[in-house]
């Protein structure tokens, strides 16, 4: 069952509605095999500034933490990917959108850009981390 962690933090969000496209240089990353049992999945899109943004600002921070290895950073192209296949509880309305999945079932999701600081304290409540 989804945690609504999202609505919480949705007041502090920028959103940006799903079509707009993910920057150029943006490279969509490809899944290690196999798949870690918890993994956190950023859907995005080509030209869009807050995707972009997300990976300029929140991902190497995140990559950095110990987190990461434990539930790693999957980034999908919305408009490369049917994300029908993903296995989501609702559709995606807003990106970035992180999925937080645990062995191929969604337990929560964050919607739309946060900033890092509230992104790291988002992931570690979704992941059942104490604050």
Same mark, same amino acid.
């Given at each position: 069952?989804?945690?609504?962690?999202?609505?919480?933090?949705?007041?502090?969000?920028?959103?940006?509605?799903?079509?707009?496209?993910?920057?150029?240089?943006?490279?969509?990353?490809?899944?290690?095999?196999?798949?870690?049992?918890?993994?956190?999945?950023?859907?995005?899109?080509?030209?869009?500034?807050?995707?972009?943004?997300?990976?300029?600002?929140?991902?190497?921070?995140?990559?950095?933490?110990?987190?990461?290895?434990?539930? *790693?950073?999957?980034? /999908?192209?919305?408009?490369?990917?049917? !994300? %029908?296949? @993903?296995?989501?509880?609702?559709?995606? &309305? =807003?990106? *970035?959108?992180?999925? /937080?999945?645990?062995?191929?079932?969604? !337990? %929560?999701? @964050?919607?739309?850009?946060?900033?890092? &600081? =509230?992104?790291?304290?988002?992931?570690?409540?979704?992941?059942?981390?104490?604050?």
């Amino acid at each position: 069952m989804i945690r609504p962690l999202a609505s919480l933090l949705l007041s502090a969000a920028i959103l940006v509605p799903v079509g707009a496209p993910r920057p150029a240089g943006a490279a969509t990353e490809v899944t290690p095999d196999p798949a870690p049992a918890v993994e956190l999945i950023v859907l995005e899109a080509r030209g869009c500034p807050m995707c972009q943004l997300f990976r300029d600002e929140i991902a190497p921070l995140y990559r950095a933490s110990a987190r990461a290895r434990q539930a *790693p950073l999957r980034f /999908v192209d919305i408009a490369h990917t049917d !994300i %029908d296949t @993903l296995g989501l509880a609702a559709p995606v &309305e =807003i990106i *970035p959108t992180v999925i /937080v999945m645990r062995d191929g079932v969604e !337990i %929560d999701r @964050l919607v739309g850009y946060t900033g890092p &600081e =509230i992104f790291m304290r988002a992931v570690r409540l979704m992941l059942g981390e104490s604050p």
